[in-house]
């Protein structure tokens, strides 16, 4: 079973960027299609973007259009989030997940350890 160990998290003022990270121990992490999720204190877990196996579709929440970006490189077995304009209510636990299924399906997900994001005002 595939393993993820997300990065890259911290805390960045509001309007500010950063770049997520998601490190797939799996050889075959370009059979997985990859997702982000997020959880804020006391909220239930939502989905904040997803990308296809290859790479060459992604869909975001409305939430985040605009202002994150999801990508990967199968080489380096990574997924990214990249968030820009950063607001407090973006605040919370950063989750990575892979599903082999074609498209993302959180019934057959594994998930990573996740990584805190925290935007201050």
């Known amino acids: 079973q595939v393993q993820l160990v997300e990065s890259g998290g911290g805390l960045v003022q509001a309007g500010g960027s950063l770049r997520l990270s998601c490190a797939a121990s799996?050889?075959?992490?370009?059979?997985?299609?990859m997702a982000w999720f997020r959880q804020a204190p006391g909220k239930e877990r939502e989905f904040v973007a997803r990308?296809?196996?290859?790479?060459?579709?992604?869909y975001r929440a409305d939430s985040v259009k605009g202002r994150f970006t999801i990508s990967r490189d199968n080489a380096k077995n990574t997924v990214y989030l990249q968030m820009n304009s950063l607001k407090p209510e973006d605040t919370a636990i950063y989750y990575c997940?892979?599903?082999?299924?074609?498209?993302?399906?959180?019934?057959?997900?594994?998930w990573g350890q996740g990584t805190q994001v925290t935007v201050s005002s």
């Open positions: 997940a892979a599903s082999e299924s074609v498209i993302f399906n959180t019934q057959n997900a594994v």
């Open positions: 990308i296809t196996r290859s790479g060459g579709s992604t």
């Open positions: 799996e050889r075959t992490f370009s059979t997985y299609s």
